[in-house]
Structures are given as C-alpha cells and as structure tokens.
T-cell receptor
Framework: DTEVTQTPKHLVMGMTNKKSLKCEQH?????MYWYKQKAKKPPELMFV???????INESVPSRFSPECPNSSLLNLHLHALQPEDSALYLC????????????FGPGTRLLVL | QKEVEQDPGPLSVPEGAIVSLNCTYS??????FMWYRQYSRKGPELLMY????GNKEDGRFTAQVDKSSKYISLFIRDSQPSDSATYLC?????????FGQGTRLTINP
C-alpha cells in the first residue's frame, strides 16, 4: 500500500470555527509532514514529525496545531484562521532515513470565509 | 538568488513530442534530486528520484543530473495528453525539500 489518505477533501470554515484535518498512511513510515500550497505555487513545509515527535516547525502561527497520535495518523487542528490561510493542505510521509523521498496525499482544499 | 530555479512555463507541445523540463540550483552540497508530477487539484506524485550525476530512466521518463553545472532535467518521450500536469523539481537540502516553482505542461492531441 503506497497511499497517503487525507480527509476531508474540501472544508469551508468561518474565522471563529475549530476544525481538524486528518492524514493516514499504512506504509510503515515514521516521518510525516504537513505542507501548505497556494495556487500556482510549490508546497511550503509547515511541520515535520519523526517517530511521532515534532521535529520541525517552520515558524507556523499558533492557530495551526499539529498532532501525531500514532505512527499512522497525523492531524492538523485549525482555530481562528484567516482568509489568507485558504489553501491546499498536503500531508506527506517518508521513511525517517529517507526523508528526501516523500509521498504526498491528495490534500484538503480549505476555504476560510 | 533562489535555491532552486524552474521556468514556470506554461509549456505546450503536440502529442508525441519529446519534452524537456529543467531546473537549476545554487548549492553544490545538494545531493538528492526529485521530480514530482501534480495534476490539477491533486497532491504531488513522486515521479523519479536520483542521487547522483548521470541519467536515470523509467519508461518514457528520463531524469538527468549534471552536478558540475548544478542543472537537472526531466525528459518525457512520446508525450501523451495524460502527461498534462505541473512538474515540480525538488532538491533535498537543509533537512527539507526545496521545490522549484513548477512548470505547467500541456500536451495537445
């Protein structure tokens, strides 16, 4: 199984809402990532988890809160977002020793109103 | 200077043509080079990766790395309409993937 799944596919939320994005992989990977991608731009790294511990936070605002409850799951909790946070949120995974080869999920398209 | 430079295109070619996509990078310490394909409204798909100078072939796709020139290429032979997508080069550096801007490619039937 070489698939990374993400739910939901689409999400519309108001600036006062709290929502969560979910990511799951069953490739045995112990490194997982959150990226943000704006239209016609490349993905931008947000967070990296290695062995379920947060290893990199790319100075992301606190209204984004990641969580890695186990080796297969990665969540991104959203609270008090701004319209400029509207984007495609991508999850990826890799072997810890092979972080250069990352496998991406289909993404969650988020619209903040 | 950006770490990775990629012409965003768009690039439009007829079906069956050979396509050449290119990136340059600035840091000679970079060692790992990847190409991703991203269809509209989908996540990037790892297409090819290579760790050394030279060519790597997979079906109709060939990845080429020239470390002396800091130049990487992806060639697509016998291009098909289904190859229409955005192609992103990515280089592993400073503990993260550094992406090019992506080239939008359209193959016309």
């Amino acid at each position: 199984d070489t698939e990374v799944t993400q739910t939901p596919k689409h999400l519309v939320m108001g600036m006062t809402n709290k929502k969560s994005l979910k990511c799951e992989q069953h490739m045995g990977h112990r490194a997982m990532y959150w990226y943000k991608q704006k239209a016609k731009k490349p993905p931008e790294l947000m967070f990296v988890y290695s062995y379920e511990k947060l290893s990199i936070n790319e100075s992301v605002p606190s209204r984004f809160s990641p969580e890695c409850p186990n080796s297969s799951l990665l969540n991104l909790h959203l609270h008090a977002l701004q319209p400029e946070d509207s984007a495609l949120y991508l999850c990826a995974s890799s072997q810890v020793a092979r972080k250069e080869t990352q496998y991406f999920g289909p993404g969650t398209r988020l619209l903040v109103l | 200077q950006k770490e990775v430079e990629q012409d965003p295109g768009p690039l439009s070619v007829p079906e069956g043509a050979i396509v050449s996509l290119n990136c340059t990078y600035s840091n000679s310490a970079f060692q790992y080079f990847m190409w991703y394909r991203q269809y509209s409204r989908k996540g990037p798909e790892l297409l090819m990766y290579t760790y050394s100078s030279g060519n790597k072939e997979d079906g109709r796709f060939t990845a080429q790395v020239d470390k002396s020139s800091k130049y990487i290429s992806l060639f697509i032979r016998d291009s098909q309409p289904s190859d229409s997508a955005t192609y992103l080069c990515a280089i592993w550096g400073a503990q993260k993937l550094v992406f090019g801007q992506g080239t939008r490619l359209t193959i016309n039937p």
